[in-house]
Each structure stands twice: as structure tokens, then as C-alpha cells.
């Protein structure tokens, strides 16, 4: 027993073993591997874009989109040797099945020429601009800003309240022609004003009082600056003497919203 030596066999995961080693890149079944293999990894090999996914890349054409890892690991690494390039060694791996790759196939482009490149893919692909699932620049965000402004204020100037007003407006004596004094209050034409109503009430001595009822939106018509800058100045302070608030009642609408 004490002269005897134990040797224990380890089974390893096929993952670990063929990790580095790819075939038949080719075919339907040897992709079918390498997607599989992507389930899990981000690169061939490392935490980092590195030569060996340059080597995979190199013994690949465009795969078809069913295999989705590999579409994305594949989209991935040609976005990196576009922008920036790769440069980490790796590990190093093997694909059987194929001619060797060379040096030169998995050399990372020159700086100029990935520049080059995709300035003529911007050229040839205008929708490549188009970014549905990115962050928005700063003119996306000032339009959205703007639109969010002037819903806002569209709906302020929608939701704003009327009143219904009813004024006392008398004249100078009892040889004031009314029905002109009537047609110069009407006379003045505001926006958010509408006049409604009218009749004339005696006063006393052979006066007669003009009362007019009218609508006004509340944000657009000040009822005091309609008085004092239209109605009792000129032309109008001919023929009237006095203009007074006799009521004064805020429009409650009910509106029913279909769902």
C-alpha cells in the first residue's frame, strides 16, 4: 500500500478540450457548433476582441442570421476592425478542415484604411445613420423638447377657462342715441371675445341703461383693460358715461372623453 501510486482521471467538459480548436467552418453542422459554442462567450477566446477572433473572422464569410450568436460575435468583431482595431494576442487556436490562415489575413487594417472604409459604407447605405435602439443625439433631443413644448402649450390654450359676463353700460343723458352707443360697444373686436345678449333698462328720469352680456376666454380677455382701454375711451366715452361689472360667472364645461 505504501509503495503504490494513485493516479485519478479527470473528465473534462468538451468545451475545455475543443476550446480552442474549430472545423468544418464551412458547413451547416460546423456552424451550427460555433453558435453554440457562442452561446456563452462574448470572444474565441479571453474577455477581449484578440487575434484569435481576427482567425475565426478570417475563415468566415457572412453567416446566415439563424445562427445568432455567431451573427452577433461576427457584427461585433467587423464593427471593431472598422472603429478601432484589434491588437491582444490571445490564445491561439487551430481550424481544421480549412488552409492555414496567414499572418496577413488576420492583421488588423490600418488605422487610414478603416477610416476609408466606412465612409464609403456611409456613402453606399444611407439607412446605416439610422439608429433605432440608440441614444438620441442632441438635435433628437432638442426636436423632442420642442414638440413636448408646444403640446403643452396647445393643450393649455385648449383647457383655458371662459366666463360669462354681464355689463351695465350707461349713457351720458336721455338725448344719448342708445342704439349708436350699442353699436360702438360691439364695435370693439377682441380675440377669446364674443358679445352675446343685450336689452336697455330704464334708470330713472327718462335714462335708459344699455345691458349686454359677453363671453370672454379668460387667458386671452382681461374684462377691466376691455372697460377702461376700449369702452371708455375714444370714440366710444361719446356716448358712453360709466361702464360696470353687474356679473361676473366662470364656464364649467363637461367634456367626456372616448377611451
Known amino acids: 500500500m505504501d509503495s503504490s501510486y494513485y493516479f485519478i482521471r479527470i473528465k473534462l467538459h468538451p468545451f475545455l478540450v475543443m476550446a480552442t480548436t474549430f472545423s468544418d467552418l464551412g458547413t451547416e453542422s460546423g456552424l451550427k ?38 451573427s452577433r460575435w461576427y457584427d461585433h468583431i467587423d464593427a471593431l476592425l472598422r472603429i478601432s482595431g484589434v491588437t491582444a494576442e490571445g490564445s491561439g487556436v487551430t481550424i481544421s478542415g480549412c488552409a492555414p490562415i496567414t499572418e496577413e489575413a488576420v492583421a488588423t487594417p490600418p488605422v487610414s484604411d478603416t477610416k476609408s472604409a466606412a465612409a464609403e459604407d456611409d ?7 439610422v439608429d433605432l435602439f440608440g441614444e438620441e443625439t442632441e438635435e433628437e433631443k432638442k426636436a423632442a423638447e420642442e414638440r413636448a413644448a408646444a403640446v403643452k402649450a396647445s393643450t ?3 383647457e383655458s377657462g371662459k ?15 342708445m342704439k349708436k352707443l350699442e353699436e360702438a360697444v360691439r364695435s370693439v373686436e377682441m380675440e377669446g371675445l364674443h358679445w352675446g345678449a343685450s336689452k336697455l333698462a330704464p334708470v330713472g328720469y327718462g335714462i335708459k341703461k344699455l345691458q349686454i352680456m359677453l363671453t370672454i ?17 375714444e370714440p366710444i366715452n361719446e356716448y358712453v358715461q360709466s361702464c360696470d361689472i353687474v356679473a361676473f360667472n366662470k364656464i364649467f364645461i363637461a367634456e367626456i372623453r372616448s377611451i
Open 217 to 233: 376666454v379668460d387667458d386671452l380677455v382681461s374684462v377691466d383693460s376691455l372697460i377702461e382701454e376700449h369702452l371708455m375711451s
Open 33 to 70: 457548433r460555433l453558435d453554440e459554442y457562442f452561446l456563452t462567450r462574448s470572444y474565441v477566446t479571453g474577455y477581449q476582441a484578440s487575434k484569435d477572433d481576427i482567425t475565426i473572422y478570417a475563415a468566415l464569410s457572412k453567416p446566415p442570421s439563424k445562427f445568432v450568436n455567431v
Open 156 to 158: 393649455k390654450k385648449k
Open 163 to 177: 366666463s360669462s359676463v354681464l355689463l351695465d353700460v350707461k349713457p351720458w343723458d336721455d338725448e344719448t342715441d
Open 123 to 129: 456613402d453606399d447605405d444611407d439607412d446605416d445613420d
